[in-house]
């Protein structure tokens, strides 16, 4: 009974780390035991108000839309968003709505601003590109800078300029002040910034502070998604990081990229980033110094500072081995390869490190099921 008892409270404690709106009570009676669960009502408002995103967001982005020539009843019937809901202002819609009609709208307009842009139009695929430009950038400082010089090319209505010092370091976004929803754009731009920067190092970013050059715009719900001081009616717009995060090296590679470019807006907004794993580390170590070959073991645990021991012991805690980083990481690259339609599959094999093309489609059918050539076929139609 001591066992089952024990067995239960691992549950319990498991449980509660998972969902904190949930209290259970365990109470053992002689060879029973008596779970509660006691549901905390007000846990479950705030984690539903996290997901709900205020109607007045959805009015700013159908006027930005207008300026493209987009019809705002056309959006609200594509994304199934009742007209009636914009004349109640405490109106709210699901996080997924908004990302969906973001997306929508984007799609509409040809313009990765939305209509934001005063006139000016960012082309669907430059924040890939640049996120192209960046991806194998040694630390996030450079990746930053890199960033930045990026967006320098062309002439947009906002600029920013990375500033260390010895106590932290300072993004600041410079925009001129008669631009229309100016203050919903720079409340954007760091919103995303920092879960950018996140998702390039593997780290949850948590900011010294956030300022910006403007009076608030909302009751403070944008303020609640950050665990940091956000500042408002200051002499600029910036964001302030510890130099720790600068020089933390980016753990994703071309390959993860390539696999977050078709849903980034979603993670962006979801914001859903964990902390680098040994998986994610090794991961980084491999794509960034030996390409398509794969380093002994004893090297990688050379990189890690660890023991042979520690390390096999540690990927059995994240459930995974050696072997299966490395054969995800050859399924992965197989296929990003095969998206590739100037490369042949033998090539393919080739450059996966296998010595035969035979070899290759057996392993490629164990990973996905299909044969590489009836997995690309599938691409090409839009089937994978």
Known sequence: MDELYRGISCVYLCFCYANTAVRTILRYRGNTVEVFAIVNEKKIEERVAKDLIPIKQVLVLLEAAKRSGV???ELLEEVGIEPSLLEQPNAAIEKRTLIQLMLIVMHRTQDEFMGFGEGRVSRPGTFSMMAHALINCAT????ITRSIKFYELFEIYMSAELKRSDDDSRVQFNSFKNVEFREHILEATVFLAVRFFGWLVGQTLVPKKICFDFEMIDDGGYADQFSCPV???QAAT??????RYLDMPLIQNPLSLSKFLKSSLRELMEGDIKNASL???IRSIISKEYGNNFPDFSVVCEKLNMTPQTLRRRLKDE??????IKDSIRKDGSIYYLSQPELTIDEIAMLMGFSEASSFHRAFKKWTGKTPAVYRQGMLEGEV
């Open 71 to 73: 019809s705002s009843h």
């Open 319 to 324: 459930n995974t081995s050696y072997q299966e």
């Open 238 to 243: 910036v964001l302030v990081l510890e130099n």
């Open 279 to 281: 998986n994610a580390q």
């Open 231 to 233: 500042l408002y009616n």
């Open 140 to 143: 996030l400082e450079k990746a």
